[in-house]
């Protein structure tokens, strides 16, 4: 885990990768409760017997606003930003869903610093990421996400 604590730090990864995360198992209850959560109970997430009699995946599927919402939880794998007074998620942007993910897949978070700009004392990052499935050539989405960073200054 890299442990970030300004923005001078932050500005040495340009271009470089800040690591990958631990595996994360996506069961079924995490499935289920994320479809309360958001009132998408489609079947091919929620209906097991369904998914596997019907499905073109055999298995129910994660959302993919369900693997996009573990972005944040990930990254806090991977990097450690201290010093801070607040950070934002800001965006994402050029996202796409390459392949769905089936329950109890496990996946990760691959993240690399694309671009950081100095916003009159706030950190403006665009992290190229890639959410991987286990075993899978595909991953299950790529793209950039934009945090902000307000640091600590002496």
């Not at 604590?5 to 995360?21: I, N, P, R």
């Not at 309360?36 to 129910?60: M, Y």
């Amino acid at each position: 885990m890299q442990i970030i604590t300004s923005h001078a730090e932050f500005e040495q990864y340009l271009g470089k990768e800040l690591g990958v995360s631990s595996w994360h198992t996506i069961t079924q209850e995490q499935i289920n409760k994320f479809a309360d959560a958001t009132l998408d109970h489609q079947w091919i997430h929620v209906d097991e017997e369904r998914a596997q009699n019907e499905g073109p995946f055999k298995a129910t599927i994660a959302h993919g606003y369900l693997t996009l919402s573990l972005i944040p939880y990930l990254w806090k794998e991977i990097v450690d930003i201290q010093n801070l007074k607040m950070e934002i998620n800001y965006g994402i942007e050029n996202l796409r869903f390459a392949q769905a993910v089936t329950v109890n897949s496990k996946i990760r978070l691959r993240a690399k610093l694309s671009s950081i700009v100095n916003l009159r004392g706030v950190t403006k990052v665009h992290m190229s990421i890639e959410m991987e499935i286990e075993d899978q050539k595909k991953p299950a989405f790529n793209g950039e996400v934009v945090f902000l960073y307000h640091f600590i200054t002496a």
